[in-house]
């Protein structure tokens, strides 16, 4: 059993940075496919960003360029850095493990979750 643990959320002004951390305890996060999705008010948990086997990486369109997704073994700590913030990225952002070995931008395919971390952009 994994447990993930978010922490960096904040507020911040729009052009403003924010880095996200993940720790992961009970497994390695080198094994794992490992995403960061967001979820905002009303809207349904979208993916932003994942990593397979700490190396292999993918975004989604609305952040490529901005964030960036990369990951500590000995830290077993996955990160995801944020430039250039927009109001529109304003949302809870989660970190998830994904015990296959395909990177999936489905929320449905990642087995365990953490509880979240708010980032709020003030325009």
């Known amino acids: 059993q994994v447990q993930l643990v978010e922490s960096g959320g904040g507020l911040v002004q729009a052009g403003g940075s924010l880095r996200l951390s993940c720790a992961a305890s009970?497994?390695?996060?080198?094994?794992?496919?490992m995403g960061w999705f967001r979820q905002a008010p009303g809207k349904e948990r979208e993916f932003v960003a994942g990593v397979k086997w700490s190396i292999i990486g993918s975004y989604a369109d609305s952040v490529k360029g901005r964030f960036t997704i990369s990951s500590d073994n000995a830290k077993n700590t996955v990160y995801l850095q944020m430039n250039a913030l927009k109001s529109e990225d304003t949302a809870v952002y989660y970190c998830a493990a994904d015990r296959s070995t395909v990177l999936q931008a489905d929320a449905k395919f990642y087995d365990y979750w953490g509880q979240g971390t708010q980032v709020t952009v003030s325009s």
């Open positions: 009970g497994g390695s996060v080198s094994n794992y496919v």
